[in-house]
């Protein structure tokens, strides 16, 4: 499971690279948003996956083994963080868009002297 | 408590002042403003007895315990000395600024700043903790700084500002090195404690560095020869602050440095050569470079450096005390060492009323070059007197306070010459000389104050310009320190006994009693030595100042281009021309580059180490069963990621990336992670709208239009950074070497009365981290507000 | 633009968004035993709110609605980091949380601590700073429509 599940996260880290190399500003955000998708599947597939219960005490089985609570709690933390990174930049991207007219990076760099 | 009050009240002040102004005039904050002195003063003037009879006084607030580092204020004798200074000559500094500055001037940031270096210069001084006394070291140099850029629209004095801070804080970096070196070398920030193990440490490698360090801060900030270069440029300031900082105050902070780390380093014989011959050849070049200058300021700006010099050298001398083994002897050595405390207080009263009486002529003659000003004695009788009771004091002649201490400095520099136990009476035996040949040039440069600006024939002038005395409330200031001249002189004694002697107690803790340290100071010591010295000095001095047209030209031989300054200036330019050029190089402007830089950085570095360590592993043995259904979620997320590669509409693209998001909660579903299942859920629906409503305005997508090198440049990148990943991945999973921490996590019941671990970790184990993180949420909320709502209302250039 | 005359949607969606409050404030009482808790039950509220914005417009749910959510979002910070400093001034280390037992009617041997609270600013800050977002993006967006 975890190496298809790694060969997976791969395929999106790819995908996420190209587009974040790429001129547009809204392929840019979409390659942002996928790379977290994919480093939230890598943090909990390098914790351990499907070694235990869900980690809620007192639950079903009683007392077995629980999954690694830890990296779920960090990624619930970047789940939400994400989300606000987005936001900001997708405004930071529609104001820049608004201002200079063009959502081509490679238009934005400016003059030599600024 | 007390000390930390002074500290801080200055402090509190300059953070009120930009609110303060608002409702008060301009004219009356500089006496609110004069409150801080006042107050500090008499908080510390209520100790001197008790500092007086030897005691000392602490009190600790708990900053950083753990990294040893507390807000220890230590009232000793040295401290009370440079504290005085502080807050009396501060008081009369605030006084006169209210008169000298208009009020057309921003006053309030004037003040601000002068009260934030009141606040930073008490901390410097009453700091035990050495990283303490960094932070407000650092403090001094920044309020420096700005003060120095108060009238920033000059050229000059963003100049000057820009190179004392370059310098001061240079030296400032160093000395926190050599506190750092102090501190590996003795496992305490305090200095008190840093001196009880003095003698232990003295012998390490690492004993040489730091004093090295800490001696390059103090020459920095005290403007010793090569350093003060900074010092004549700083005079661009409003005559308050030079008078304030740059002659009575921040100029020796290094000087409260030197004198506080004597009983640390003076147990290695190069502090005493160090400390010594640079204070004296700054002692010189400062005064041989004072008597060509034209502008009055910039005079007395050489002048301040050459006795800094003095007062320097005065303590590297005395510090020999700590090397000599005869107690009796030592003290007679140690004797520099309170000339030195004596001097640094006159140096103060007469400099400090000399900037003032400038600032008085500047104010109203519009002038301070010499070459223009003349025969103002009939017109401004009040500051004709204090100019002259100054320089004569600088000069050294009796009966003001700097004849004592001038005096003084000779016998110890003669004293030098005798040391035979050292066998290094032919080095030694120049001291004298050099004091003596510096002493006649200090002569000349107190004639040129005296007769080029207030002698002699009126200029043109004069003619031109309606100049009258100044009003009284200039002038008070400037004769409550003449007094002091002249009060010192005849009753020193007082002075000795209570501020200097508990000083000397600090420099020399363990040499002697306190009483048996001070000496009595008298004014005639009979026919000596040192008195045909001081006779030579008027006598060459007044041959050399009649002669002065006729001589000036040794100057000229100075090729001006090789100047100190001029070469700090080029390198400067030169240093800010090659840096800008290299950044240049890489800083394209364009984002793809900069991802590029990231991404072959890291597939270099990572991937190489892992072809030279061969540590690639692979293994499916320890992998959890795969169900069909799991291999087809799989299947579909990969392929929905590849399509978007491919899609050609925007709102494709971001279904697709929705079908991702679902797909990765589907897994946190799958991986036991419910609460993760859920917030993914809901985050993704949000995320997609928010995507759709901001397509409203964004343009639709176009064909990429880069050239195909490019895009299979991207392509190869991006298959070599997921690779890498996978690689990664791969051999943690096989190594797999530590072992997880998460079973403290699940005593969450117990501990934080909770079932649900993951939200125990959140709300209980981990607050902190949530708490910071919602604070950022908070933070991009309204970053994303501030940016919609205030839209660009003129054709957006006020980005 | 937002409207979207979808007869549809919008009878189902009066009914939805209680099923999603009610949801969401069981799902922020139950963090501490079951999945749930703070992040989520924000999440879930904000996101009841932000079906009423795809169905209906602005302007209606402003009016029904009058909550400043800028102002929701710093109080929830406010409240998290107030939790933090309070047990402060009781002299234990910043963010200590205590719980207690309590017996309360209808619902049995419940747990209420000060962790309650900074559960309550972390739902209150994601309410607000999801709904700032959206609001403030759509307000503008629309306003650009308008021209």
């Known amino acids: 499971m975890e ?3 790694i060969l997976l996260i791969g395929v999106l880290i790819s995908v996420a690279t190209y587009f974040v190399l790429s001129r ?6 979409l390659g942002t948003a996928l790379l977290s998708h994919a480093v939230h599947l890598l943090i909990l597939t390098i914790g351990e996956v499907k070694k235990g219960e869900a980690p809620l005490l007192g639950n079903q089985t009683a007392d077995g083994p629980y999954t690694d609570a830890l990296p779920q709690a960090l990624i619930l933390t970047a789940i939400v963080i994400s989300f606000a990174v987005t936001a900001f930049v997708l405004v930071l991207a529609f104001r820049t868009y608004k201002t200079n007219g063009t959502d081509d990076m490679e238009q934005l760099r400016g003059d030599e002297h600024e | 408590m007390t000390i930390h009050i002074a500290i801080i009240l200055p402090l509190l002040m300059a953070a009120f002042i930009p609110f303060l102004h608002h409702y008060i005039t301009r004219k009356w904050i500089g006496w609110f403003v004069l409150a801080a002195p006042i107050t500090a003063f008499i908080l ?3 100790f001197i007895p008790h500092i007086a009879s030897g005691e000392t006084i602490t009190y600790t607030i708990n900053w950083m315990p753990s990294l040893g580092i507390q807000f220890t204020t230590y009232l000793d004798g040295l401290s009370m000395l440079f504290s005085l200074l502080i807050t009396g000559v501060g008081t009369l500094v605030v006084f006169y600024a209210i008169f000298y500055l208009s009020t057309k001037e921003a006053l309030h940031h004037f003040y601000c700043y002068l009260l934030l270096f009141m606040g930073a210069m008490l901390g410097v001084v009453f700091s035990d903790n050495l990283i303490v006394l960094y932070a407000f070291w650092e403090l001094t140099s920044v309020s420096s700084f700005l003060l120095i850029a108060f009238w920033h629209h000059r050229r000059a004095s963003r100049h000057g500002a820009r190179k004392s801070m370059l310098i001061t804080v240079t030296g400032g970096i160093a000395m926190l090195a050599g506190f750092l070196m102090l501190y590996v070398l003795t496992d305490t920030f305090s200095i008190r404690e840093i001196i009880a ?6 012998t390490e490698p690492l004993f040489i560095a730091a004093l090295l360090c800490i001696l390059l ?21 409003p005559t308050p602050v ?6 009575a105050t921040m100029v020796k902070a290094g000087i409260y440095i030197v004198a506080r780390m004597t009983p640390i380093f003076a147990y290695h014989m190069s502090w005493f050569w160090i400390v010594t011959f640079v204070g004296l050849i700054t002692l010189f070049w400062g005064s041989f470079n004072a008597v060509k200058q034209t502008d009055l300021k910039a005079l007395l700006a050489f002048s301040t450096v050459s006795q800094l010099g003095m007062i320097m050298s005065l303590f590297g001398m005395g510090s020999i005390a700590y090397h000599i083994d005869v107690p009796t002897e030592a003290i007679i050595y140690a004797e520099a060492s309170f000339v030195a405390l004596f001097h640094l207080v006159n140096h103060s009263t007469f400099k400090g009323a000399l900037f003032m009486m400038v600032g008085i002529i500047d104010h109203e003659a519009g002038t301070r070059d010499v070459r ?19 320089s004569l004091s600088m000069a050294g002649l009796p009966p003001f306070n700097g004849f004592l201490s001038k005096e003084m400095f000779l016998t110890s520099a003669l004293e030098m010459t005798s040391i035979d136990t050292l066998s290094l009476s032919t080095v030694t035996a120049v001291i004298p000389i050099i004091a003596w040949v510096a002493s006649v040039f200090t002569f000349i440069y107190c004639m040129i104050i005296i007769f080029k600006t207030f002698l002699g024939q009126k200029t043109e002038l004069l003619a031109v310009r309606k100049i009258h005395e100044a009003p009284i409330g200039m002038l008070i200031s400037p004769f409550v320190l003449v007094a002091f001249v002249i009060g010192i002189f005849f009753f020193p004694n007082v002075l000795v006994k209570y501020v200097l002697a508990p000083a000397m107690l600090s420099v020399f803790p363990t040499l002697a009693p306190m009483e048996e340290l001070a000496p009595k100071v008298y004014a005639w010591h009979g026919f000596n030595t040192e008195l045909l010295m001081t006779i030579g000095i008027i006598v060459f001095g007044l041959l050399l100042y009649m002669t002065l047209s006729t001589w000036r030209r040794i100057y000229d031989a100075f090729p001006q281009k090789l100047t100190l300054n001029s070469l700090f200036d080029r390198a400067l330019v030169e240093s800010v021309t090659v840096s800008s050029f290299i950044t240049k190089l890489y800083m394209t402007r364009s984002f793809r580059h900069y991802m590029l830089y990231i991404y072959v950085f890291v597939i270099v570095v990572v991937g190489s180490f892992f072809i030279w360590q061969d540590t690639f592993r692979f293994s499916v043995a320890n992998n959890a069963t795969v169900h069909i259904y799991e291999v087809l979620l799989v299947f579909v997320m990969a392929i929905a990621a590849i399509a978007m590669l491919f899609v050609k509409s925007r709102v494709t693209a971001v279904v697709l990336n929705g079908v991702l998001g679902f797909g990765v909660s589907i897994f946190f579903v799958i991986f036991r992670a419910p609460d993760l299942a859920l917030t993914q859920l809901i985050v993704e629906s949000v995320t997609t709208v928010l995507f759709l409503l901001c397509f409203t305005y964004l343009p639709e997508w176009k064909r990429e239009r880069s050239t195909v090198h490019v895009k299979v440049t991207n392509a190869i990148i991006s298959v070599a950074v997921g690779m890498l990943v996978v690689a990664v991945a791969l051999s943690v999973i096989y190594f797999n070497e530590f072992k997880t921490i998460s079973s403290y996590f699940e005593n969450a019941y117990e501990l934080a009365g909770g079932k649900n671990i993951v939200n125990t970790i959140l709300g209980d184990f981990r607050a902190f981290d949530t708490m910071l993180e919602v604070v950022v949420l908070c933070i991009a909320g309204l970053g994303v507000y501030t940016m919609m709502k205030f839209k660009a209302k003129k054709g957006g250039d006020h980005e | 633009m937002m409207r979207i005359n979808d007869v549809i949607l919008r009878t189902v969606a009066r009914f939805i968004v209680f099923i999603i409050l009610t949801l969401a404030i069981y799902l922020f009482f139950a963090g501490h035993y079951s999945p749930g808790g703070g992040f989520i039950g924000g999440l879930v509220i904000a996101s009841a709110f932000v079906l009423l914005y795809v169905t209906y417009d602005i302007e209606k749910v402003k009016a029904g609605i009058p909550i400043d959510f800028k102002v929701l979002a710093a109080i929830g910070v406010f409240l998290a980091v107030g939790t933090g400093f309070s047990s402060v001034l009781f002299g234990h280390d910043f963010l200590t949380q205590v719980a207690k037992d309590f017996h309360i009617p209808f619902l049995g041997e419940k747990e209420l601590g000060t962790v309650m609270i900074f559960e309550l600013g972390v739902a209150l800050t994601v309410v607000g700073v999801v709904m700032t977002i959206i609001v403030s993006i759509a307000e503008g967006t629309e306003d650009e429509w308008k021209r």
């Open chain 2, 372 to 390: 223009k000003l003349g025969g103002l004695m009939t017109i401004m009788p009040a500051t004709f007197t204090i100019a002259v009771i100054g």
């Open chain 2, 242 to 247: 030079s008078a304030y900082l740059h002659s």
């Open chain 2, 197 to 202: 193990q003095a003698s232990t440490i003295s």
């Open chain 2, 217 to 237: 801060g103090a020459f920095t900030k005290s403007a010793q020869f090569p350093f003060h270069i900074w010092l004549p440029q700083a005079m661009e300031a």
């Open chain 1, 24 to 29: 547009n500003v809204t392929r840019i955000i």
């Open chain 2, 44 to 46: 510390l003037v209520r």
């Open chain 1, 3 to 5: 190496t298809i599940m």
